[in-house]
């Protein structure tokens, strides 16, 4: 069965990195674009990224362009998302979702359970 | 503010049929389809409906989806009180070049 698995969530300071992980399994990875959306306390869902299934074509939100970057390792399976100058307002739970295959890319068939990043003194 | 818009709140009582609309623009509902996550209290977003219409295995026929120009819809027939949650819209906007949410709509089974 399909599975994601994010890990690497936690508390960290202001302007400090973070690398969250989304381990898959039960398909075959290498055909699907994965997405990053994250949902603050008590807020509505937040796209953050988009990968292609081959890590070609990346894009982003605004309100992570240039600070947070999103990559896959194909031979590991794994989704990854580097965060860097992290701010109180990127305190969310944060989703990896997958994209189904020939689909667009806000077409998500399946989601992980989420990791929390808390960002804070 | 979300690009998508969508009612804050909805309600019904059980047995009813609920709609919830999502309201876009030329850029993203007018040019993409429009999928819909269901989230339950306190556990990740589900696919409810994708391409606009198409229902995933398993969800269950009273949950049925339209599009029409810049605007789409859900709709929830026989309504059950284990459909209360959020319920988002998302298209991909060739403007922006990214996908986008609604800002939900908490549904409220009386």
């Known amino acids: 069965q399909v599975q994601l698995v994010e890990s690497g969530g936690g508390v960290v300071q202001p302007g400090r990195s973070l690398r969250l992980s989304c381990a898959a399994s039960g398909f075959t990875f290498t055909r699907h674009a994965m997405n990053w959306v994250r949902q603050a306390p008590g807020k509505g869902l937040e796209w953050v990224a988009v990968?292609?299934?081959?890590?070609?074509?990346?894009y982003y939100a605004d309100s992570v362009k240039g600070r947070f970057t999103i990559s896959r390792d194909n031979s590991k399976n794994t989704l990854y998302l580097q965060m860097n100058s992290l701010r109180a307002e990127d305190t969310a739970v944060y989703y990896c979702?997958?994209?189904?295959?020939?689909?667009?890319?806000?077409?998500?068939?399946?989601w992980g359970q989420g990791t929390l990043v808390t960002v804070s003194s | 503010q979300s690009v998508l818009t969508q009612p804050p709140s909805a309600s019904g009582t059980p047995g009813q049929r609920v709609t919830i609309s999502c309201s876009g623009s030329r850029s993203n509902i007018g040019s993409n389809t429009v999928n819909w996550y269901q989230q339950l209290p306190g556990t990740a977003p589900k696919a409810l409906i994708y391409?606009?219409?198409q229902r995933p295995s398993g969800v269950p026929d009273r949950f049925s989806g339209s599009k029409s120009g810049t605007s789409a819809s859900l709709a929830i027939s026989g309504l059950q009180s284990e459909d209360e949650a959020d319920y988002y819209c998302?298209?991909?906007?060739?403007?922006?070049?990214?996908?986008?949410f609604g800002g939900g709509t908490k549904l409220t089974v009386l």
């Open positions: 391409s606009n219409s």
């Open positions: 979702a997958r994209v189904t295959v020939a689909a667009e890319y806000a077409t998500f068939d399946y």
């Open positions: 990968i292609s299934y081959d890590g070609s074509t990346k």
């Open positions: 998302a298209a991909w906007d060739d403007s922006l070049n990214g996908v986008t």
